[in-house]
């Protein structure tokens, strides 16, 4: 078992390791010694598999225990839920000294922290995680959102969690498409940031090394989300690395194409991009392309750099006359690379093309 403490702006750990499901009554009663209810949210997946082993754990300590399950997927994500979630809480007479478990992937992360951060103002949630990617990314670092018919994440909040719990032993009864898309944002903390952890996900089987993995990416995310907690420096937009290209790709499939498998694009597309302008070499290229692939991710599209450059441009994420892009200056070193809004394209284009191999 790892343990890694969060500096924000409310202090707080994140558990890894085998068995933990039991132990979250125990460890909610030290957290919370006043409380008295309790909402358990997972989904309609999540909650069969694991709901029984987190209540019980909570009911052994004393909490009376309110269960939240809604159909899973990120369709699930909306105002509605969010505001059935808050009505359930209301009902079951949570008060502020009360607190809320997000049982499940990012999805109910995020949507049970957003309803943790505006029921009466805010009260306590404990995450956890089941997805690898929740795992490393979604339950570190405060964010919590839901989406709007006008776009993903546009009512949301920063709210830390008081405590996360990542259990590795969930992860066995998720699909393989779904632990990849975790791969893709850990191949991303190596390569922006963190050369020795790219290196062993090079040279080990993953399954054999999951707990070390994910301890040192959810240690990555929090030394960058611990210098820039609130997104305002220059430092939490690393972590964009492959996400500008990844979120066009997700939204030119019309989100048929996971996250995870766009990001893996994203990247790909960057630094073959810079690779044909002479800026990263080759080498390096494949070996992000190859350990991408070892995971089973895509790295290639047929999207058109035009159709990716306008879907990147009607993002969020412009700012004037340029878009900021997170380049590579080798692995384990990202870069804020701003583009002329006029050059995204023919950038685009040439991360389209193929890496021809020397
Ligand atoms: N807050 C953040 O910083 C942050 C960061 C990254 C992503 N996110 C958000 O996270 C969401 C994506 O998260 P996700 O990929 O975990 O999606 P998800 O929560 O939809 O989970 C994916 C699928 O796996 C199922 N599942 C979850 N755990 C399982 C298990 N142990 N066994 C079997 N099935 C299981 C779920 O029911 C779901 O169908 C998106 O909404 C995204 O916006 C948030
Ligand atoms: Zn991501």
Known sequence: METIKVKASR??????????LKTIGERARSLFP??????????????????????????????????????HGEKSKNSKTYLDLISAIARAGLSR???????????????????????????GFIQV?????????????????????????????????????????????????????????????????DKELFETLEQQDLKSVEEKVISR??????????????????????????????????????????????????????????????MIDKRTVKRIESLLASFALPTETGFSARDLSDAILSDKKKTGKTVNFVALREIGEAYVMPIPIGEIESFIEKGLKTCKSN
């Not at 202090?11 to 068995?19: D, F, I, K, L, M």
């Not at 000294?97 to 009466?120: E, N």
Request: glycine share 10%; hydrophobic share 40%.
């Open 217 to 278: 990416s959810v240690s990555d995310k929090r030394d960058i989300v611990e210098q820039d907690e609130r997104e305002t420096g220059s430092t939490r937009i690393l972590l964009n690395f492959g996400h500008t290209v990844g979120h066009a790709v997700e939204k030119v499939s019309n989100y048929q194409i996971s996250h995870g498998s766009a990001v893996s694009i994203g990247m790909c597309v960057m630094v073959r991009a810079q690779s044909e302008c002479g």
């Open 97 to 123: 000294s009360d607190f809320c478990v997000a049982l499940g992937g990012g999805v109910v992360g995020d949507l049970t922290g957003f309803a943790a951060a505006t029921y009466m103002r805010g009260i």
């Open 34 to 71: 006043k409380a008295v209810r309790v909402m358990l949210v997972s989904d309609d997946t999540v909650f069969p598999l694991y709901g029984e082993t987190v209540s019980r754990s909570l009911i052994a300590e004393g909490f009376e225990t309110e269960p939240f399950v809604f159909p």
């Open 129 to 193: 995680p089941t997805t690898l990617l929740a795992m490393v990314d979604a339950s570190v670092g405060g964010k919590t959102a839901v989406d709007l018919p006008e776009g993903k994440n546009l009512l949301g909040a920063f709210w830390q969690p008081s405590e996360v719990i990542c259990d590795i032993d969930t992860l066995k009864t998720l699909p393989d498409p779904v632990y990849a898309a975790g791969c893709a944002e850990i191949v991303k903390y190596g390569c922006m940031m």
């Open 11 to 20: 202090p707080y750990s994140v558990t890894v390791g085998s068995e933990q």
